[in-house]
């Protein structure tokens, strides 16, 4: 029997750290077992790159050294030039005899020593490339055959392993979208205006969540100015007690605001679970935890003090352990009772470890937003990470830094992973609550959402899709038209803003006493629509997991087609 985490910090440093640890190298190994790469050869040849590369950073610096002196005793030529014919007629004729040979002997050993030098070392620089460029193709070769068999959900495989309460899909379906929708109520309305980057989807203890980052755009302002020299004449009594004329020039600004289209990009943990159904609260981090000493704690354990103690807020009664309180501030909650259901003295202790940790974790980096039975996490750390898992960030042509980048950049993505997940764990009542799905199982149709459909466009990029006149980024939307046996043609629609130039005169007040009308140049704003197609063949039958990776993607080159582009589905396939 699967054992619960309730404890999540504690769980990470003494079992699941390690552990995806071993199975990363365990993987990595697989893979290059697979693969057939052989290490030695590649070993060998990564040697003779590397000693070549600093052989001809070894040469580049001689090179410098060498056009440094060249161009001195250039200088020292012309100079020396200079000065005979400037100094002919006052020096003496032995000082100028001396100069001339001087500058004879130095010319000749720029001919004869430094030139030749120069040449030859830039033959060598030039010898060492081509031998650096062969180096690297040979190395590339030798680990091509690994490089392919690295895909899209290598990391989701190894976080499942590691973490056994942990699934996630190959992508998001439309079941699993539907039964967001169904069973938890998830609203639809969210994607109003907002564009899918990437989508990773699937179930802690049977209920589902989706880690996503969408781009959405906000009518903002920008300020433009502009400007108008103005000059005037005005008599002025001098200090001779006269008259006299006096010319003036003042420099008039003025500014527009207009409306700016600006793009916000934002990743969030969304999950749902059906313990304390109609429970509502919105928790800010404050990152107080741990600080009972300090000016703002006391402060904000004062106000929730005062808040209790308001009658005709019945909603929210503090809780015995105020430390939790102030730290995990959910004043605003609709349900005391329910969440006291939900956050037991265990689920505080965990929560309370996880929010003073910053070490480890991240501490009290994220927001927790809890709309009855659909709970949103958005982590700062999150914000940081490009999570499209996409293969060619594990390609390299040298095995050991392959194995060690392999490594590092898993362990960093599981780190992230987890710890948006672990404010979840913290709550035992989140596990121990299955749904009926999960319980008695139920058939997962594979067809592909549109929450794939539009991180696939975005990943492809704006470039394909966005209008001709469009100055923006956009935002993409998809819509599928079945065309039978798994074959479908998504529509791109890309929403983005053309700008058109405008001028507006603002009256400014100038130092001679009159109005002016200072242009000011501004762009406007408006929306255009472009659009774009995929070609897209699912292949939602093929689901034997036992056959090795090079199998699987030979079965995808078989059945997969494509239309205008290269681009796979991270189901069916990575870029190859």
């Known amino acids: 029997m699967l054992k619960d985490i309730y404890d999540p910090l504690t769980e990470y440093i003494n079992v699941f750290r390690d552990r995806f640890k071993v199975i990363a190298e365990e993987t990595f190994a697989e893979l290059a077992a697979e693969a057939n790469v052989d290490i030695r ?75 030749p030098q120069l040449k030859k070392l830039k033959l060598e620089r030039n010898d060492l490339i081509v031998k650096i460029d062969q180096l690297k193709k040979e190395a590339w070769k030798q680990m091509s055959s690994l490089n392919r068999l690295y895909d899209w959900d290598v990391l989701t495989r190894m976080m499942s392993k590691t973490v056994p309460r942990l699934e996630f899909d190959p992508y998001f379906t439309t079941q699993r979208l539907a039964d967001l929708k169904k069973t938890y109520n998830w609203d639809d309305s969210f994607n109003v205006g907002r564009s899918v980057i990437y989508s990773h989807s699937g179930l802690i203890n049977g209920n589902p969540f989706v880690i996503c980052r969408t781009r959405k755009m906000k009518m903002g302002a920008k300020i433009y100015y502009g400007s108008k020299t103005i000059t005037w004449t005005r008599r002025e009594r001098g200090a001779d007690g006269k008259y006299h004329v006096v010319h003036h020039s003042e420099v008039l600004t003025a500014s527009v605001i207009a409306p700016y289209p600006e793009y916000f990009e934002k990743t969030r943990l969304i999950y749902g679970n059906t313990a304390a159904p109609d429970l509502i609260f919105y928790r ?55 969440f006291a259901l939900l956050f037991t003295p265990l689920a505080q202790e965990s929560m ?12 009290d980096d994220f927001d927790f937003d ?33 194995k060690a980048d392999f490594y590092d950049i898993n362990a960093r993505y599981f780190r992230a992973i987890y710890f948006s997940l ?24 594979s067809h592909s959402s549109f929450w794939e459909h539009e991180s696939l466009a975005n990943f492809w990029g704006q470039e394909h899709f966005k209008h001709p006149k469009c100055v923006t980024d956009c935002i993409l939307k998809t819509e599928q038209n079945h065309n039978g046996n798994d074959n479908s043609t998504i529509t791109v629609y890309a929403y ?17 006493g009159r109005s002016h009308r200072v242009p000011v140049y501004w762009d406007e704003y408006l929306p255009v629509v472009g659009q774009g197609n995929i070609y897209m063949k699912e292949d939602n039958d093929f689901q034997d997991v036992s056959i090795t990776q090079r199998q699987r993607l030979n079965h995808i080159n078989n059945v997969l087609e494509l239309a205008n582009f290269d681009l796979y589905r991270r189901h069916i396939a990575s870029k190859l």
């Open 41 to 115: 050869a590649n070993h060998e040849t990564c040697c003779r790159l590397y000693a070549t590369e600093e052989t001809l950073f070894s040469v580049k610096k001689r090179i410098g050294w060498w056009r440094v002196w060249c161009v001195l005793l250039w200088l020292g030529v012309v100079g020396g030039t200079v000065a005979t014919f400037v100094l002919g007629e006052e020096s003496e004729l032995q000082t100028l005899v001396l100069i001339v040979i001087t500058i004879l002997l130095v010319i000749v050993y720029l001919f004869i020593g430094v030139h």
């Open 284 to 338: 800010k981090q404050s990152r107080l935890a741990g600080k009972k000493g300090s000016l703002s704690f006391k402060w904000e354990k004062r106000s929730l003090r005062k808040k209790t103690r308001n009658l005709t807020n019945i909603d929210f009664a503090m809780m015995t352990n105020e430390e939790f309180e102030v730290a995990f501030n959910t004043s605003n909650r609709n349900n005391n009772q329910q």
């Open 352 to 363: 309370m470890k996880l929010l003073k940790d910053r070490e480890v974790g991240y501490g």
């Open 370 to 402: 809890k709309n009855k039975m659909i709970n949103t996490i958005i982590s700062n750390h999150m914000q940081e990470l490009n999570l499209d898992m996409n293969p060619e960030q594990y390609c390299h042509f040298d095995y050991d830094k392959a």
């Open 422 to 445: 672990a404010p979840l764990l913290c709550v035992p009542m989140y596990q121990q609550i299955r749904p009926l799905s999960s319980i008695y199982g139920r058939d997962m149709q």
């Open 496 to 512: 983005g803003y053309r700008s058109v130039q405008r001028l507006t005169y603002v009256s400014k007040l100038g130092g001679d």
